[in-house]
Nanobody, 126 residues
Framework: QVQLVESGGGLVQAGGSLRLSCAAS????????MGWFRQAPGKEREFVAA????????AHADSVEGRFTVSRDNAKNTVYLQMNSLKPEDTAVYYC???????????????????WGQGTQVTVSS
């Protein structure tokens, strides 16, 4: 069982930066693939970024490529999402997700994940 707690959301002006954190419980965090997803009001949840257990493989959605960076610190049981050059269209609730994946894969589909955090609100003003 893994529990995930996101933090770091808030209100920021367009062009600004935020770093989201997702703290995970459990001793096997280092074997989990992690993902970030977001959901804006009236829209479906969408993939943002993913990272495999070692941090050696990552993926980012086209809409955030070059602006957002996913990373992890297995010693701290934490995954991060550094968000730069934020745009109003990045406004959403951001969720982290986890799935045990010792083989080194990451996942871009939400349905592949077994555990989800409660989400953190990110609001970007124009």
């Amino acid at each position: 069982q893994v529990q995930l707690v996101e933090s770091g959301g808030g209100l920021v002006q367009a062009g600004g930066s935020l770093r989201l954190s997702c703290a995970a419980s459990g001793r096997t965090f280092s074997s989990y693939a992690m993902g970030w997803f977001r959901q804006a009001p009236g829209k479906e949840r969408e993939f943002v970024a993913a990272i495999n257990w070692s941090g050696g493989s990552t993926a980012h959605a086209d809409s955030v490529e070059g602006r957002f960076t996913v990373s992890r610190d297995n010693a701290k049981n934490t995954v991060y999402l550094q968000m730069n050059s934020l745009k109003p269209e990045d406004t959403a609730v951001y969720y982290c997700a986890a799935r045990e994946s010792p083989g080194g894969s990451y996942y871009t589909l939400g349905r592949r994940y077994d555990y989800w955090g409660q989400g953190t609100q990110v609001t970007v003003s124009s």
